[in-house]
Nanobody
């Protein structure tokens, strides 16, 4: 059973960089044909896909967030990390990590972590 767990600060100041790590157990992040994603849900809004790092190590980002986003991995720890720079209060959301398969299904999710951007 694959399990994902988000970790990171719950409060970030405006203009700073948000950094969250997802630790994966029960499966390797280098296993073929899986894509390790970050998704967020602002209060009162729907889910927004941020980007992923693929099993190959290639990363792909939402065009609307691409200029501020970086996703990288540590294969020795089976972790992948989201960095979102120059945050504003509009980046306040519950942030999830998830595994996507080749069919576009997100079949494993972390429980989510609340991040608030406020001074």
């Amino acid at each position: 059973q694959v399990q994902l767990q988000e970790s990171g600060p719950g409060l970030v100041k405006p203009s700073q960089t948000l950094s969250l790590t997802c630790t994966v157990s029960g499966g390797s992040i280098t296993t073929n044909n899986y894509y390790w994603s970050w998704i967020r849900q602002p209060p009162g809004k729907g889910l927004e896909w941020i980007g992923y790092i693929a099993y190959s190590g290639s990363a792909y980002y939402s065009p609307s967030l691409k200029s501020r986003t970086s996703i990288f991995r540590d294969t020795s720890k089976n972790q992948f990390t989201l960095q979102l720079s120059s945050v504003t209060p509009e980046d306040t959301a519950v942030y999830y990590c998830a595994r996507e398969n080749d069919y576009g299904f997100f079949n494993y999710w972390g429980q989510g972590t609340q991040v608030t951007v406020s001074s």
